[in-house]
């Protein structure tokens, strides 16, 4: 957990900006490192020895594509630092969760050099930045797809069978949440 006392316009920034300052100051560069939301992850087993690259973001399911997503639409399209043309060559990707995020510390130091100034110049939102960046290759990131099972992004999941899943981000989604809870008294 990284202590946070400033607050960052956009205020969306403010989370990414923390972690920027906290790997520059404590922590080796090679340490394994996870950027998550805080309250709807849950861990099943060690996420940390599967990291074998400098960045590696989560892909949501791939049957619900960014276009069937009225939120990335708006958060893409409608980001002027990227707009239609951005838009139409990364609609038909997998979304990335801004929510799951690992690296190596340095790995993601370089990311968020990258991140946190694009999001204090548009002003978009975080998600959304974090996919522009991704899919238009401003940073390099290994994808890990929802289907491979290493990190399970639930948000718009059809099917919630957790796996072998290191890790489970329920986002909203009521019976990804349901399937967790079942999963966590299952291990007591």
Request: proline share 5%; aromatic share 10%; glycine share 6%.
């Amino acid at each position: 957990i990284v202590p946070c006392e400033v607050l960052v316009e956009p205020y969306a920034t403010t989370r990414f900006y923390c972690y920027q300052d906290h790997l520059r100051k404590a922590l080796e560069t090679n340490a394994k490192v996870g950027f998550l939301d805080a309250n709807n992850v849950a861990f099943f087993g060690d996420v940390f020895e599967k990291i074998i690259d400098p960045v590696h973001v989560m892909q949501e399911p791939a049957h619900h594509p960014m276009y069937k997503c009225t939120y990335h639409t708006k958060w893409i399209k409608g980001c002027p630092e990227y707009g239609s043309e951005v838009w139409e060559k990364m609609k038909h990707e997998p979304m990335i969760c801004a929510g799951t995020v690992f690296g190596t510390a340095s790995g993601l130091l370089k990311l968020l050099d990258v991140f946190v100034p694009t999001l204090q110049r548009t002003y978009c939102n975080d998600q959304g930045v974090l996919n522009a960046l991704v899919y238009t290759r401003a940073i390099t990131a290994t994808k890990w797809p929802h289907e491979q099972g290493i990190v399970l992004s639930m948000n718009v999941a059809k099917t919630f069978d957790l796996g072998a899943a290191s890790v489970v981000h329920t986002g909203d989604n009521p019976k990804a949440i349901s399937a967790v809870r079942k999963a966590v008294e299952q291990h007591r």
